[in-house]
């Protein structure tokens, strides 16, 4: 599946829509402190990428998680202890630069997932994102460090806020836009 934070790609309806908004699915990965993000090194800087993509049409959202998953980091979420737990909902519309977009505006809904992972299952993931098409690298940061990254989806406020294994509220964070967020 394509790199769905590729700068050049054009919003397209291969991801499932709600209310004509395309979904993208990840996860907020916790293995202790620390947290899973996929490294891309950019002209105008870092990007750092919870794992994830876009939800196909008809498809269930854990299901279309659980894709994303195996197919970015080959990890099994159906062997994990707890299955992955909605968190955060973060809408987006923001103006994306690159060939294709023809200034239009880039919408999409996040879902955000917390999952936390064993670390006999951290050290089974992928050091690269399997299916991206341009140089990744996983990395495993604190989340205190993490916050401070430019991170997409923009959750690096709400990391501080991050809940306890017994709290199932899921929170609608602030929405992503042109003066929260610059693409890299």
Not at 60 to 67: E, Y
Not at 71 to 100: F, K, N, Y
Request: hydrophobic share 40%; charged share 20%; with cysteine.
């Amino acid at each position: 599946m394509p790199d769905d934070t590729d700068r050049d790609q054009v919003p397209s309806p291969a991801g499932a829509l709600m209310g004509g908004i395309a979904v993208r699915v990840c996860a907020v990965i916790l293995q202790g402190r620390e947290m899973c993000v996929i490294h891309r090194e950019r002209p105008d800087g870092d990007q750092y990428s919870l794992p994830g993509g876009l939800v196909s049409p008809q498809e269930d959202l854990s299901k279309a998680l659980a894709r994303e998953l195996r197919e970015e980091l080959g990890l099994d979420v159906t062997s994990l202890p707890s299955a992955p737990r909605l968190l955060w909902v973060q809408d987006q519309i923001t103006t994306r630069p690159g060939a294709g977009t023809g200034g239009q505006p880039f919408r999409r809904l996040h879902l955000i997932h917390l999952l936390r992972v064993p670390l006999n299952v951290r050290r089974t993931l992928a050091g690269a994102e399997l299916d991206a098409k341009d140089p990744t690298r996983v990395v495993w940061v604190d989340v205190v460090r993490a916050a401070g990254l430019h991170l997409y989806p923009a959750v690096g406020d709400a990391l501080a806020s991050l809940p306890g294994p017994a709290t199932a509220t899921t929170v609608l964070l602030p929405p992503i836009t042109d003066l929260t967020f610059r693409w890299r």
